[in-house]
């Protein structure tokens, strides 16, 4: 069983930043893609920003601009720096792999994940 343990969340005001962080107990050089989601109270788990054993990202059209995902193979981690946060990024924000191809906007694809981590909370005041 793969352990994906996420950290980093917590409380900022409109406009301000956090950076996300997923300790997985596995070497992440192996994974298809690993990425983020975020799920808000009464709403669907969602897509945030994936990116692939490749380097390439994809990212939700909600944070294009604002919200940058990298992975750093020799810590497997992955991290998401979100800058410029806004009330509508508050959610539960979860980091997810994806074990096998095809990669591309599967990675984005919350039923194509195979391990998720518990999730860490972000909440933006106005």
């Known amino acids: 069983q793969v352990q994906l343990v996420e950290s980093g969340g917590g409380s900022v005001q409109a406009g301000g930043s956090l950076r996300l962080s997923c300790a997985a107990d596995i070497n992440t050089d192996n994974i298809a893609c690993m990425g983020w989601f975020r799920q808000a109270p009464g709403k669907e788990r969602e897509g945030v920003a994936a990116?692939?054993?490749?380097?390439?990202?994809v990212y939700a059209d909600s944070v294009k601009g604002r919200f940058t995902i990298s992975k750093d193979n020799a810590k497997n981690s992955l991290f998401l720096q979100m800058n410029s946060l806004n009330p509508e990024d508050t959610a539960m924000y979860y980091c997810?792999?994806?074990?096998?191809?095809?990669?591309?906007?599967?990675?984005?694809?919350?039923?194509?994940?195979?391990?998720w981590g518990q999730g860490t909370q972000v909440t933006v005041s106005s």
């Open positions: 990116v692939d054993r490749h380097g390439s990202t």
């Open positions: 997810a792999a994806k074990w096998f191809y095809p990669a591309g906007t599967y990675c984005l694809a919350s039923n194509k994940q195979d391990y």
